[in-house]
């Protein structure tokens, strides 16, 4: 289990973890993707997952009212292509977030069972036989994001290379120490132009004794594909998706998140 | 128009605390602030627009005008011209860079002209600021709670 999570928000969270997901998919991988971003759901649109297509959500499973499984859907022809669809591998579930404001509302005003969310991750895990799940979280320290971020084998915490990030990161990296988080990798993203790559790398490792996976580039074409679409397919060679195919390596050569 | 009234220091602060971080001097009408490598004063943030800043002197003073696409904030309200005063301070964007504005220059020896863009993105760290928000989470009964049960399920998967 593979939790995403940054300080505020604008990091390129969603579209790091959905792009991430995909190249782990495209490895040969069983991979699940949960929206625990219930507060503003996001990551289907990277995925160009079409929300009316969803009968049951994330929130549905949370108030009872759908089993864990019913609410993933299949999105690898779409994302991953050319896979036989008989086939067991690879394969790609997103279980999306209600982007109804009244399921938003409820969560926001009555939260939910952390045990719940917790039987939920396990379960789809075994009922998908995932051999990842990754969970992309809302931004910033609350109630959910500190549940993903106990939960998880991994965390990977995505920062910009500016003092405000690199001071509220080192907030999550502490909390998830406490939390006894096995595994803490840390992301720099959006590094613009000509800044030192190297030197960045011995501030962050320095600080928050963990190691950095990637330092992946500002760039123009991300900002012109917005989030809409998954970068690694439209961009295979650009110095964004190797370095994401650094992360999954290193995941890899990991022990299994199942 | 006198060569005293055109010589200014930008600082750039650190927001938290208002240190100032480093220096440019300049003696001209018309600075720029900018991620352009041309601009009068160079700097290399995702925030910060080609030429987001320029600062106009005339005979009522120095005037800032804004032409970043993200925002030039005085007190964190957005402004696009703004009359400069001694000591005052401006942030492009309204997370980005914090300069402060004086209106003489440094004495001559201690400013710094030569920059060094990598310089700019020193990532700076207050521990005990860390410490604080750490413990304050920390201290929560969810958060109490949460570590109890992690642990508690973190042992369950191990043994089962």
């Known amino acids: 289990m593979i939790s995403t999570h940054s300080f505020r928000g604008g990091t390129g969270k969603s579209n790091t973890t959905a792009n ?28 160009g997952f079409d929300q009316t297509r969803a009968k049951h959500a994330l929130n549905d499973y949370l108030w009872g009212r759908c089993r864990i499984e019913d609410a993933a859907y299949d999105i690898t022809s779409h994302c991953v292509g050319k896979a036989h669809p008989e086939g067991d591998r690879p394969k790609l579930f997103l279980i999306p977030s209600s982007l109804n404001s009244g399921e938003i509302a409820r969560i926001l005003r009555e939260g939910y069972d952390v045990g719940r969310l917790n039987d939920g991750l396990h379960d789809v895990i075994d009922r998908l036989r995932l051999d990842y799940l990754l969970i992309d979280t809302h931004p910033g320290v609350n109630e959910e994001t500190l549940l993903s971020i106990a939960l998880s084998d991994t965390l990977i915490l995505i920062l910009r290379p500016d003092s405000q990030d690199f001071q509220g990161t080192a907030v999550t990296v502490e909390l998830a120490r406490r939390l006894e988080v096995p595994e803490l990798l840390v992301v720099v993203n959006k590094l613009p132009d000509g ?57 890899l050569s990991g022990r299994a998140a199942g | 128009m006198s060569d005293t009234e055109l010589a200014i220091t930008l600082h750039l602060v650190d927001p ?21 490598p041309t601009a009068d004063l160079p700097l290399v943030d995702p925030y910060v627009s080609r030429v987001h800043v320029e600062l106009l002197h005339s005979d009522e003073g120095w005037t800032l005008c804004c032409l970043g696409r993200n925002g030039v904030y005085v007190d964190s309200k957005s402004v696009d011209r703004f009359r400069l005063s001694p000591g005052m ?40 600021d860390v410490r604080q928000r750490v413990d304050e989470i920390a201290v929560t009964d969810y958060f109490q709670q949460l570590q109890q049960k992690v642990r508690q399920l973190r042992r369950d998967r191990t043994t089962t």
């Open chain 2, 89 to 128: 301070t401006f942030r492009l964007a309204n997370v980005g860079p914090m300069f402060r504005f004086d209106p003489q220059a440094e004495p001559v020896g201690t400013s710094t002209l030569c920059f060094d863009s990598s310089s700019m993105v020193v990532l700076e760290l207050n521990p005990s």
């Open chain 1, 195 to 251: 800044m030192d790559m190297e030197m960045i790398r011995e501030q962050v490792e320095g600080a928050y004794r963990s190691e950095v996976v990637a330092l992946l580039p500002l760039n123009a074409e991300m900002s012109r594909l917005g989030s809409g679409g998954l970068f690694v397919n439209r961009f295979p060679d650009h110095p964004f998706t190797r370095g994401l195919e650094g992360i999954v390596r290193r995941l």
């Open chain 2, 16 to 36: 938290a605390d208002g240190r100032s971080l480093q220096s440019w001097a300049f003696r001209q009408a018309r600075v720029t602030i900018g991620r352009d």
């Open chain 1, 20 to 47: 991430l997901a995909t190249l782990l998919a495209k490895a040969g991988h069983r991979v699940g993707v949960i929206d625990t971003d219930i507060q503003s759901p996001g990551i289907h649109v990277v995925f």
